[in-house]
């Protein structure tokens, strides 16, 4: 069985060596430190699930979250925020984020919320 792969994308979270290696136990892990990447990222490779990190209260990024959504239905997104802004998190749930954590964040937490959305999309396939 192909391993499934996930993208984490953020300044912060794509240097994460801990992070990264607990989810390569299971999946392919691509990282990018630039958000505005995600699009051409997508466009070369067979993304299951995205690990957004914001930094700031940045609603660029949910019209980006609806495009990602739009032409790649089938790519989970969990956001990580690091300043616990609610509207952005409400808009973010309101525009295809599966799940949300905040900085700092425990890494079996994700761990545990990547894996659990992996298992739900091949559910539903």
């Not at 790649?72 to 984020?97: C, H, K, M, W, Y």
């Amino acid at each position: 069985m192909a391993k499934n792969c996930v993208l984490l994308s953020g300044s912060t979270i794509a240097h994460d060596e801990k992070l990264k290696e607990e989810l390569e136990k299971f999946a392919v892990v691509l990282t990018s430190d630039d958000n505005s990447l995600i699009e051409s990222i997508l466009d070369g490779n067979t993304v299951d699930l995205i690990i957004l990190e914001i930094s700031n209260a940045n609603f660029q990024e949910i019209g980006m979250i609806k495009i990602i959504k739009t032409k790649f239905p089938e790519t989970e997104i969990i956001l990580v925020d690091g300043n616990g802004d609610q509207e952005l998190i409400a808009r973010a749930f309101a525009s295809g984020v599966k799940d949300a954590f905040r900085r700092p964040y425990y890494i079996s937490l994700i761990v545990e919320g990547v894996k659990a959305l992996l298992r739900f999309s091949q559910f539903e396939s």
